[in-house]
């Protein structure tokens, strides 16, 4: 059974742009998370889907956001980059209707901005 | 909100016991998890706690204590592999918020 899947892995972006990254969770997942690490600050929730539907969100400016297909498969965005913004996104899927059970993450997608 | 601690670093010698300690303050409470996560690799489930007391798994145990807003990861017979981060997790009615993470390094 493939894990969870992100897409790109490495990232290098300069200020004021936007990116999008991609995460495809374990086959039959239907609850996807975001995450955002850095040193220090550990794992900060940014949003939780379900079914296509945002189920829940972190304390995060608005140009975080994301979205959630049909598949189950996740993007999320981030506009207007800010130096802080550096740091490895992490996604992780859940086969859990309700709030239990544990999280599967994928390897993330280290964002790099100058 | 979510407030949870536990020690930024520890070191221990192979084959030693080591505990990690967790402490949280949540609004609402939904049981505790336990991740390790190996420089540069994804997070990997280790252990659950949603009532009070003592899970053990193997080499690893997790404890609980409601009451006292503390749990703690024991990690015994310690092998040069388990020099990872361990991360403490509190659910509550609808995220799971983790602490920054202890490091732990196994020395011979």
């Known amino acids: 059974k493939a894990g969870v899947t992100q897409t790109p892995r490495y990232l290098i972006k300069t200020r004021g742009q936007q990116v999008t990254l991609s995460c495809s969770p374990i086959?039959?997942?239907?609850?996807v998370s975001w995450y955002q690490q850095t040193p220090g600050q550990g794992l900060q929730f940014l949003f939780e889907?379900?079914?296509?539907?945002?189920?829940n969100k972190g304390n995060f400016p608005g140009r975080f956001s994301g979205r959630q297909f049909s598949n189950s498969r996740s993007e999320m965005n981030v506009s207007t980059l800010e130096l802080g913004d550096s740091a490895l996104y992490l996604c992780?899927?859940?086969?859990?209707?309700?709030?239990?059970?544990?999280?599967?993450f994928g390897e993330g997608s280290r964002l790099t901005v100058l | 909100g979510q407030n949870i601690d536990q020690p930024t670093e520890m070191t221990a010698t192979e084959g030693a016991i080591v505990q990690i300690n967790c402490t949280y303050q949540?609004?609402?409470?939904?049981?505790l998890f336990w991740y390790q996560q190996h420089a540069g690799e994804a997070p990997t489930f280790l252990s659950y706690?949603?009532?009070?007391g003592l899970e053990e798994k193997g080499r690893f145990s997790s404890f609980l204590s409601r009451s006292k807003g503390y749990s703690y990861l024991l990690l015994k017979e310690l092998q040069m592999k388990d020099s990872a981060s361990y991360l403490c997790a509190v659910r509550d009615d609808y995220k799971l918020s983790f602490g920054a993470g202890t490091t732990v390094t196994v020395r011979a």
């Open positions: 086959s039959g997942h239907r609850s």
């Open positions: 949540t609004s609402g409470f939904n049981g």
């Open positions: 706690n949603v009532l009070d």
């Open positions: 992780a899927s859940s086969s859990a209707t309700r709030l239990s059970g544990e999280l599967f």
């Open positions: 889907y379900f079914s296509e539907t945002q189920r």
